[in-house]
């Protein structure tokens, strides 16, 4: 059973611009879970979408966004870059059908702000 | 509880001996409780879950033990491999959240030959 799969596996971009990251869970999951990670705050939840609808959201601007397709891929996007927007992404996935989930993490989408 | 840390306490333990990596949580309505390893350039990986109905949990050489009224949790390695070095990454949940996990700030372990 293939993992979280995530693209692209490195980023650079520069202030200002905006980024489109990739995550295909893993097959029928249906949960998708995006969390940021740095060496300051460590590990953080950014939103969890669910059947193509946001379910959960942590504590980050407007600026990050994401969406659920019918087949559970989902992206995630960040408007307007800022060099505090370096970080690791870590995609997950979930059955997303019970009270606790277990998370399988990809292998995550490093960012550079430039 | 945000896990905020600019320097990973580290534990270093030598081939074969047990390991324990401590891990104190935040909110006390959390009831789900998990334990992840992440190696370098991999993200974290499931090690074991424990319910807060439960105090004790036993997996393949790990252990996790909870105790609810310090708000603690620990995971125990038994004779512990050179492919144990990682970061430990403790995350707690409450039922409900599904997916929101709040993560702890890690240790990482190092093991010596």
């Known amino acids: 059973k293939a993992g979280v799969t995530q693209t692209p596996r490195y980023l650079i971009k520069t202030r200002g611009q905006q980024v489109t990251l990739s995550c295909s869970p893993i097959?029928?999951?249906?949960?998708v879970s995006w969390y940021q990670q740095t060496p300051g705050q460590g590990l953080q939840f950014l939103f969890e979408y669910f059947s193509e609808t946001q379910r959960n959201k942590g504590n980050f601007p407007g600026r990050f966004s994401g969406r659920q397709f019918s087949n559970s891929r989902s992206e995630m996007n960040v408007s307007t870059l800022e060099l505090g927007d370096s970080a690791l992404y870590l995609c997950?996935?979930?059955?997303?059908?019970?009270?606790?989930?277990?998370?399988?993490f990809g292998s995550g989408t490093q960012l550079s702000v430039l | 509880g945000e896990s905020v840390g600019l320097h990973l306490p580290t534990l270093s333990v030598q081939e074969g001996d047990n390991s324990i990596i401590n891990c104190a949580y935040s909110n006390s309505a959390s009831d789900y409780f998990i334990w992840y390893k992440q190696e370098s350039g991999k993200g974290p990986q499931f090690i074991i879950d424990i319910r807060s109905n439960m105090d004790k949990r036993q997996g393949q050489r790990v252990t996790v033990l909870l105790n609810k009224t310090v708000k603690h949790l620990s995971l125990q390695i038994a004779a512990t491999q050179p492919g144990d070095s990682a970061v430990y990454f403790c995350a707690e949940n409450i039922e409900g959240t599904a997916s929101k996990l709040t993560f702890g700030t890690g240790t990482r372990l190092q093991v010596t030959l």
């Open positions: 997950a996935s979930s059955l997303g059908d019970r009270g606790y989930e277990k998370l399988f």
């Open positions: 097959s029928g999951h249906r949960s």
